[in-house]
Each structure stands twice: as structure tokens, then as C-alpha cells.
């Protein structure tokens, strides 16, 4: 690990352009469930993880019973809810918001829905999933921080009269388009991304280390195996291993907690800084 850690901060200190995409495993630190680890809400509530497949649809068709499930504190994705309004960010979010004020993190994509980089200090962060504390209109796309809305009548309506529901990009829902254009643009742009805390098996987000390493927008990514065309370092720091692992997406892998190994490789960055100040 500790190897690792140090050719990681190298590598972080040679590349020009760094970005970070995060998943829920980043936030489980700051006692917020992820989805498919070990206690994931999807590996033990299988109900909710069906649910959660049909939240769009019954948006789309019966927008006041997906409000009344949303405001509705029973079974797990109510907790889940309040825990992400009660969470605070942990060493991993404080070490990815540190590595932006030191000038070298570039932007963090995360699929979490917390809001947790933006409180550790982060400023640029695509919340490719969305957030729980807005609300969006899926007519004009227009969105609402939480407090600008009443909720006393669901659903709450928009100013051009359409439902407004979470900014949360629920299954099969479509990624807004200009978080995904922007998304894309940073995993096109990127020297070095690190991917933390995610199972990578959500689309179209797990494919942007992908886009990364062939080069390849999202739309014409087809099919990327092969060798990597560009000079990408994709570095994941996770709890196990997974198909970024598996299929060589990664170029090195260290396992184990983001909340330890994220603050680790930033205090080696420091000190690699320090010693040769001129180098970087
Ligand atoms: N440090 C490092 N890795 C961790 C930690 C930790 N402290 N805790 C958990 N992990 C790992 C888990 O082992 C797992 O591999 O993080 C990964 C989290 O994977 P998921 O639970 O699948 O979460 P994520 O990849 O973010 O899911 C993507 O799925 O349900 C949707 O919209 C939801 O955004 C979410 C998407």
C-alpha cells in the first residue's frame, strides 16, 4: 500500500490535468450507506432497489404518489434521506477538497447525491446524479434549491407550471445534459483521474474512465478494449476490486478506505513538495 501511495502522489505531481470521479463508498465514512458494498441499500433492502427502478415512471405517471413515497420517512430510502441531511464530509471528501486548493485537482464528478464535496470545499463538482437538496423541472429544466420551494402542496409545481421533483436522476432516468457534456469533457481533457469508492457498474457514469483511456466520447465510445491511445493514468482506490480492475481500465489499484488513503496520498504529494519545491 504504501508503495502505492507514494507512486501515487508522483504521478498525481507529473500529470497537468487530475480529476476525481467518487461513488458512494467515499460517503460510507460519514455513516451514509452505499448501494452495493457488504451493508449496501440495494445488497440488503432487494424491495427498495426495485422501487427504486420504478421511481421515474411513477413520476412521469402519478407525480403525487412519487412525492408522497419521497416525503415518506418509512423503510430505507426515507432513512436514507435523512442520513445524507445529517452527514458530514470525512477525511476522504477533506483530502479531495485539499488537493483542489493546492491547485491540482481540476474537478470532482461524483454520482453521490450528499452534496458532501461541496461541503468539504470543493467548488468544482458535477453531481452526475444529482442532488438532494434541489428540485428540478423536468420540462424546462429549470432548478430550485430546497428551501426556495414549498412543499406544504405536492407535488411542488415550476414556474412553467410542470411538476418539479428531486434533483435526483432516479433509474432510467436521463442524465441532464449538461452535467453529462461536462462530465465528458473533463474524462476527455484528464492526464490522471482517480476513481473513488465506486463499483463502476452504473452507466453512462461507470464508462467515463473508459472515455478517459481510449479518448472516446460517451457517444462513439462503442466498444473500448484495446490498447489505451492516450498517455492516461486512471489510479482507483477502493474497498475491492472491480471491472475497472479486472479489465485493466485501471492502471494501479490500492484497496482499501478512501478515508485513509485519499489524506495518505495528499500528505505525500505535500511532502514530495516540499522537498523538491522547484520540481512540480
Ligand atoms: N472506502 C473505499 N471503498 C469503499 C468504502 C470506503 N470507505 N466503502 C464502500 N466502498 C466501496 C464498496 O466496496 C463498493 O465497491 O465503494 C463501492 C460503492 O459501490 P456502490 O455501492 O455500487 O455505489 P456507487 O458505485 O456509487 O453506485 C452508483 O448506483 O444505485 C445507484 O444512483 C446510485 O449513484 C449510485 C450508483
Known amino acids: 500500500m504504501e508503495k502505492l501511495i507514494q507512486l501515487a502522489a508522483k504521478d498525481i505531481l507529473v500529470s497537468k490535468y487530475v480529476i476525481a470521479l ?19 441499500l440495494w445488497t440488503t433492502d432487494k ?3 426495485a422501487r427504486a427502478y420504478e421511481r421515474y415512471e411513477l413520476f412521469l405517471t402519478n407525480p403525487g404518489a412519487y412525492w408522497e413515497e419521497m416525503m415518506g420517512t418509512g423503510g430505507a430510502y426515507g432513512e436514507f434521506y435523512g442520513k445524507i441531511r445529517e452527514a458530514e464530509p470525512n477525511p476522504g471528501h477533506h483530502a479531495l477538497a485539499e488537493l483542489e486548493g493546492l ?4 474537478c470532482v464528478v461524483t454520482q453521490n447525491i450528499d452534496g ?17 437538496s434541489r428540485l428540478r423541472c423536468v420540462s424546462c429544466g429549470a432548478r430550485f434549491d430546497l428551501d426556495e420551494v ?29 452535467v453529462m457534456e461536462e462530465s465528458e469533457k473533463e ?21 467515463l474512465p473508459r472515455v478517459a483511456k481510449f479518448r472516446r466520447g460517451i457517444a462513439r465510445y462503442g466498444s473500448l478494449s484495446g490498447e489505451s491511445t492516450a498517455n492516461v493514468k486512471i489510479i482507483e482506490v477502493n474497498a475491492e476490486p472491480t471491472s475497472l480492475t479486472c479489465e485493466g481500465i485501471s492502471d494501479y489499484f490500492i484497496q482499501g478506505k478512501t478515508g485513509e488513503i485519499l489524506p495518505a496520498i495528499v500528505e505525500e504529494v505535500k511532502r514530495i513538495r516540499s522537498d523538491c519545491p522547484g520540481d512540480s
Open 22 to 40: 467518487t461513488g458512494a463508498g467515499i460517503s460510507t465514512e460519514s455513516a451514509i450507506p452505499d448501494f452495493r458494498g457488504p451493508k449496501g
Open 47 to 49: 424491495k427498495a432497489e
Open 103 to 106: 491547485g491540482i485537482l481540476k
Open 116 to 132: 458532501l464535496h461541496v461541503k468539504a470545499g470543493n467548488r468544482k463538482v458535477w453531481e452526475y446524479h444529482g442532488s438532494v
Open 150 to 178: 414549498s412543499l406544504d402542496e405536492l407535488p411542488p409545481r415550476c414556474r412553467c407550471g410542470a411538476p418539479l421533483k428531486y434533483d435526483v436522476v432516479h433509474f432510467k432516468e436521463p442524465i441532464p445534459s449538461d
Open 187 to 207: 474524462a476527455l481533457r484528464c492526464d490522471l483521474m482517480l476513481v473513488c469508492g465506486t463499483s463502476a457498474v452504473v452507466y453512462p457514469f461507470a464508462s
